[in-house]
């Protein structure tokens, strides 16, 4: 099997830049994404939501706007009727129950940590990230740049979901706004 | 997804070499408007739909957009060996006239399916959206602007898309019809042109008509023929 090639392939070479002797913020790429969307029907979705559950290893399912980390992978509920699952496909599903989405390739995915990891993303998105209002595990639909983003609060820290057309315009602000802070491309 | 067209009358040659399976491309198991899933070399899972809009032997191969370098680096060599090369929108409008395929120059908004010359693509025998307007008297007017294929009298001359077409003896008014799009017809040597004018071709066979284009060009003298002006049989989309 022929290599992956992120959107950001040539971008985003590992180093420091901006602010010298500072890193506020920490910006990776996790490497070959895997992402299937799930969306479930009104009379189906308790069922599909413990079926995935299972799936990714984890004892409960995640709530709007939250998202629950297992064993084996994460799900995000980004609508109410919509989760992502991180990590692990999506199983076949009647269609009656569940239609089924592998935005692997969709996105790109971005990991924002650091000190100064929720000030700066405060630059880019119309969020209060205060731990308070989002905490580890929260999910929103945000957008940066008229661009729609996902925003997903892992134990890594935030995980930006860009769309893969726009990723490397986003990622090219993103850099360059981290500056100021110090920041380490990982 | 990433997405190539790959056209022409060696694209089939070309993309026999770059799938793992060379038996899938062959023409009575794709045939024309067929859809595949296949594997690219690499094990790059793949859909091609054997379409054409530039009126050749053509497919388009879509591919998981991480894997889509990866498919060029297949295709492209591949090509090369056949004397291919990159083509853009320009040569691809180019081949659209020639053709007769519409795009949204023709499909403005005031063009129903049979104007644009697709009733055949249209099954009377089921409901679509539009088949009640479908048989609205207006819509079955004799005289409603066809589309067309347009080239001049004096093939040294071009004319301009936006030309309003007039009955020679008439040269005023709204005219009897309008161009769409142009083009240097390399196939044929000459410009051609798209447009629509009142009854189509049938109306205008062996009748001199001008196009109008008094800020711009002045008047050319047109001659208004088959929309399918290159390979009018398929020959080339269906080999």
């Known amino acids: 099997m022929v290599d992956r090639i992120s959107a950001l392939a040539g971008h985003n070479a590992p180093g420091h830049q901006g602010n010298p002797g500072q890193t506020g913020v920490i910006l990776r790429e996790p490497a ?23 799936l990714i290893g984890a004892k409960s399912v995640a709530g709007p706007c939250s ?22 496909a999506a199983p076949e599903f009647d269609a009656e129950k569940a239609v ?52 997903w609060r892992s134990q890594d820290g935030y995980e930006l979901f860009m769309p893969r057309g726009f990723a490397l315009s986003l990622w090219e602000g993103l850099v360059e706004s981290a500056h100021q802070f110090g920041v380490e491309i990982a | ?40 070399k690499g094990g790059i899972p793949c859909r091609i739909a054997r379409i054409s809009f530039s009126g050749e032997l053509a497919f388009e191969t879509y591919v998981p957009s991480d894997y889509a370098p990866a ?32 795009t949204g120059a023709e499909l403005d908004g005031r063009v129903n399916i049979d104007d644009a010359g697709l009733g055949k693509m249209a099954n009377a025998d089921k409901p679509f959206i539009g088949k009640a307007m479908r048989n609205r008297p207006d819509q079955l007017r004799e005289d409603r602007p066809r589309l067309v294929g347009i080239k001049p009298v004096d093939t040294s001359q071009t004319f301009n898309a936006g030309s309003i077409l007039c009955a020679s003896n008439k040269v005023s008014g709204l005219g ?15 410009w051609v042109g798209l447009g629509f004018i009142a009854g189509g071709v049938e109306a205008w066979q062996g009748k001199t008509v001008v196009a109008a284009d008094p800020v711009r060009k002045g008047n050319i003298n047109v001659e208004i023929i088959s929309p399918h002006m290159y390979d009018p049989s398929g020959e080339k989309m269906y080999g």
């Open chain 1, 100 to 151: 089924t989405l592998d935005l692997s390739h969709s996105r790109t995915r971005v990991c924002v940590s650091g000190d100064d990891a929720c000030e700066f993303l405060n630059r880019h998105l119309p969020l209060d990230l205060r731990e308070a209002s989002f905490p580890v595990g929260a999910v929103a639909s945000s957008a940066t740049h008229h661009v729609g983003v996902t925003l």
């Open chain 1, 32 to 54: 070959d994404l895997v992402l299937h969307q799930v969306a479930a029907w009104q009379d189906s979705i308790d069922e599909v939501g413990k079926s995935l559950a299972r």
């Open chain 2, 1 to 40: 997804m990433g997405r190539s067209a790959v056209a022409g009358p060696k694209s089939r040659e070309v993309l026999i070499a770059c799938v793992e399976n060379a038996d899938v491309m062959s023409n009575e198991n794709f045939p024309f408007m067929g859809v595949i899933e296949t594997t690219l």
């Open chain 2, 176 to 190: 009897e019809g309008w161009i769409t799009a142009v083009t240097h017809s390399p196939a044929m040597g000459h």
């Open chain 2, 71 to 102: 498919m060029m680096e297949l295709l492209w060599p591949e090509a090369q060996k056949h004397d291919g090369c990159l083509y853009g929108l320009e040569a691809l409008g180019a081949m659209r006239i020639e053709k007769g395929h519409v």
């Open chain 1, 67 to 88: 998202s629950i980390t297992g064993s084996k992978g994460a799900m995000l509920r980004i609508e109410p009727m919509k989760w992502w699952l991180v990590g692990v």
